[in-house]
């Protein structure tokens, strides 16, 4: 699985996705960010969009840019924040400070300890918690990257990159669900 075939498979409906997929996984696409931030970020959101299809492919295309620690690097932002992103938006969206208040007992050791550039570590989270819509994470994470140093165009382009993988994974989601027959008359 490659880049170019999830391209073929976005339908013409979703034509403005397969242009965004071509211009936001490129270095020039992305004003701010390193080629490392670029492939970082798009592995840890193609992961957080849940579509085996583009995850491989994303993979497949950071292979030459990655490390091994920057993959994993990577993999680690999807998975913690899987599970941050969730712990998260309740205390933020239950409405009751008390739970804001009470340790979260979850273990975090990656976050302190991730394996790679803090910053790029931070950033893969930042567009995690874009695409899951966690408010709480999305402020802590671009204070941390934008203290750090990266400007607001990098943390924009972080989160065009996850929003882009976002919709495609969602567009490649439905048209893998559609009922075969959709759109054909049945017989009388």
């Known amino acids: 699985m490659n880049l170019e075939t999830i391209k073929n498979q976005v339908p013409d ?6 242009l965004n997929l071509g211009s936001v996984l490129t270095p020039q696409g992305v004003p701010g960010l390193t080629e490392a931030q670029l492939w970082l970020t798009a592995v840890a959101s193609a992961i957080a ?3 085996a299809s583009l995850t491989a492919a994303v993979e497949t295309a950071a292979a030459g840019k990655l490390d091994a620690a920057q993959l994993a690097g990577a993999r680690a932002a999807a998975a913690i924040m899987g599970m941050n992103n969730v712990y ?16 979260a007992r979850l273990r975090m050791n990656v976050m302190a300890n991730p394996g790679i550039d803090k910053v790029d570590f931070e ?7 874009a695409i899951r819509g966690c408010g709480k994470c999305i402020v802590a994470h671009e204070r941390v990257v934008r203290q750090a140093g990266l400007g607001r165009e990098a943390v924009q382009s972080a989160v065009r990159i996850a929003a882009t993988l976002a919709g495609v994974a969602g567009v490649l989601d439905y048209e893998a669900g559609r009922h075969p027959l959709e759109g054909h008359s049945e017989a009388a």
């Open 13 to 18: 409906y979703a034509k403005d996705l397969k």
């Open 49 to 51: 969009c849940g579509n």
């Open 88 to 103: 998260y938006r309740f205390t933020h969206l239950v409405e009751d400070e008390e739970y804001s208040r009470l340790p």
């Open 123 to 129: 950033l893969a989270s930042l567009a995690v918690s």
